[in-house]
């Protein structure tokens, strides 16, 4: 493992310009194996590279999806209480799988401040998006040791080491446990659970079950940034794969499925048409889609559930006063 620019590569990085820690081989072979599978289906974390990464950022900020800014408003009133438990045995360094830009984190870390946190590790795919990340925490808070890793938190979550003495809290906040389906969710918290060892701590963002159209229109905004980052997948294919998806012969489609309990996106195909990549041919029926992404959302049973299945105990939950989204401490269930 050796630094890079400030960023330390696991060894699953392949600099191919891909923007991750995904290797150029390992996105062509998820690509053709979703593509070839029925229904067609690929992985959200294909969503994020560098534009995609702005494009969730300017998902954030629009008023149908809530989610963000109902998780900040927790962390806003609730900040000083969580560091209060988190830190309650003593130091602690906080680990984030999926570090977007920070901003929740920034929160927490504020309020635990430099004698109750050693070290903050982010972990994103998007190896550029998090080294831009660090140096603005860097410079936010210079008393913090920031520790960037660019790896594929899905696949593995390698910690550097920070001295002994610290306890470990994994921070997983945005609800993107939700983009797991339920038997992957539970084996994620458990690598969580795993890297957070005995004393060890988790930190989960779950949203929550709610009104159907509330859920309906947080995924199809008026502006279409949405359907913007869900066809950046396709962008991706074709200049990273050498793909010739047509982006314009494919819709947004977004639906809340009451049954399993989750948001499903898909790109609907608008016509038979066919699709060339890695030199194999894919043909798309009118009205045939790719499944681009799930999110499960989940009542606070199911999230216990969850966690005790993974090893884990709740200890605590804050929610905000609509009851939308919710965020949970687990301890490791000994
Ligand atoms: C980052 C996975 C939590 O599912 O709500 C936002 C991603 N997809 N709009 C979510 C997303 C469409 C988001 N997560």
């Given at each position: ?34 593509l ?35 998780e ?6 609730k ?18 799988p ?46 913090l ?84 980052f ?18 314009d ?47 499960y ?38």
């Open positions: 493992m050796t630094p890079l620019d400030g960023i330390h590569e696991s060894e699953s990085v392949a600099p191919d310009g891909s923007g991750g820690a995904t290797s150029r081989g390992a996105f062509l072979n998820d690509a053709l194996v979703g070839r599978a029925t229904p067609k289906r690929l992985s959200p974390k294909y969503f994020y590279d560098r534009e995609g990464s702005l494009l969730f950022d300017a998902i954030c900020e629009l008023p149908e999806y809530y989610v963000t800014r109902t900040l408003s927790i962390l806003e009133a900040a000083s209480e969580i560091a209060s438990r988190i830190a309650a045995r003593g130091p602690c360094r906080v680990v984030e999926g570090a977007g830009s920070g901003t929740k984190t920034r929160l927490l870390l504020r309020a635990l401040g430099p004698e109750r946190c050693v070290a903050y590790v982010p972990v994103d795919i998007a190896g550029e998006h998090l080294e831009h990340t660090a140096r603005q925490l860097r410079a936010e808070l210079p008393w040791r920031v520790m960037p890793f660019a790896a594929d938190f899905s696949v593995e979550l390698p910690l550097p080491s920070t001295g002994a003495g610290a306890s470990t809290v994994v921070y997983f906040p945005g609800s993107t446990i939700g983009n797991f389906d339920p038997e992957d969710a539970e084996r994620l918290l458990s690598r969580f659970a795993q890297a957070a060892g005995r004393d060890g701590l988790v930190l989960l963002g779950v949203d929550l079950k709610k009104d159907p159209a509330v859920l309906h229109s947080a995924y199809n905004d008026a502006r279409g940034v949405t359907a913007a869900n066809k950046n997948v396709l962008r991706r294919m074709n200049e990273e794969l050498g793909a010739d998806f047509e982006l012969a494919f819709d947004h489609y977004a639906f809340y499925a009451p049954v399993p309990g989750r948001i499903e996106m898909h790109l609907v195909s608008t016509r038979r048409q066919q699709v060339r990549i890695g030199g194999q041919v894919f043909t798309f029926e009118h009205g045939e889609s790719i499944c681009t992404e799930r999110s959302k989940y009542d606070l049973a199911m999230a216990e559930r969850l966690g005790r299945a993974a090893g884990l105990m709740l200890a605590a939950s804050w929610l905000d006063d609509a009851r939308r989204f919710a965020v949970l401490l687990f301890r490791a269930a000994v």
